[in-house]
């Protein structure tokens, strides 16, 4: 069985060739590259945009667990100076029955005032905690911002190529570019932090 029409390939595929040139095969090529470039950029810019939101939220989160628990310790530390108050309210009880207060009761409103100091310590731990965690998510933000414009920025170039191709305009090419370009300064600053 024949294999099939022999035909001559290499003139074909010089006159494909050729027609592409004069189609402007060169130039979409440029702007195809161009594009793929900006759509790489693209891509790992909202991939960063992604990440640092996310980690921001987690951070945010962690921030508010730990106001909670500083509230709690505020609460504790306000109850312990409600139970103190009443053991200096029940000796000042005694004393103006003109008797001697039992010596349990000093004790136990200077235990309650040593456990304020321990649980206040404790709160403003919780709260400085909290603030670190609040403005390194405030931070990731800042940078998700910045990564968010830069996949606006290069989204659009890709546009403009893409319009460029269709169109076969150089001037729109070339706006392509520019707004690619511009990308790339806030794309490595976001980088920067």
């Known amino acids: 069985m024949p294999e099939g029409p022999?035909?001559?390939?290499?003139?074909?595929?010089?006159a494909i060739h050729e027609?592409?040139?004069?189609?402007?095969?060169?130039?979409?090529?440029?702007?195809?590259?161009?594009?793929?470039?900006?759509?790489a950029f693209a891509a790992i810019a909202a991939l960063?945009?992604?990440?640092?939101?996310?980690?921001?939220?987690?951070?945010?989160?962690?921030?508010?667990?730990?106001?909670?628990?500083?509230?709690d310790q505020w609460t504790y530390y306000q109850a312990k100076g409600l139970k103190a108050a009443?053991?200096?309210a029940k000796k000042a009880t005694w004393e103006a029955a003109g008797k001697v207060?039992?010596?349990?009761?000093?004790?136990?409103a200077?235990?309650?005032?040593?456990?304020?100091?321990?649980?206040?310590?404790?709160?403003?731990?919780?709260?400085k905690e909290r603030d670190e965690k609040s403005a390194e998510a405030d931070h990731l933000l800042h940078?998700?911002?910045?990564?968010?414009?830069?996949?606006a920025l290069f989204q659009v170039s890709i546009a403009l190529g893409a319009l460029a191709a269709l169109t076969r305009n150089k001037p729109v090419w070339w706006a392509?570019?520019?707004?690619?370009?511009?990308?790339?300064?806030?794309?490595?600053?976001?980088?920067?932090g």
Do not use: W
Request: net charge negative; hydrophobic share 40%; charged share 30%.
């Open 176 to 192: 392509s570019m520019i707004v690619g370009l511009s990308g790339i300064p806030l794309f490595v600053l976001a980088f920067l």
């Open 143 to 151: 940078q998700h911002h910045r990564f968010a414009s830069t996949v």
């Open 6 to 14: 022999e035909i001559e390939t290499d003139k074909l595929h010089e």
């Open 48 to 71: 960063k945009a992604g990440s640092t939101v996310n980690e921001a939220l987690v951070l945010k989160t962690e921030s508010t667990r730990l106001q909670a628990q500083a509230s």
């Open 101 to 108: 207060p039992p010596p349990e009761l000093a004790k136990q």
């Open 110 to 127: 200077e235990r309650y005032a040593e456990e304020q100091t321990e649980i206040k310590k404790t709160a403003e731990e919780k709260e």
């Open 19 to 39: 027609e592409m040139e004069r189609e402007g095969s060169g130039f979409l090529r440029k702007i195809a590259l161009t594009t793929a470039v900006l759509a």
């Open 86 to 88: 009443i053991q200096e």
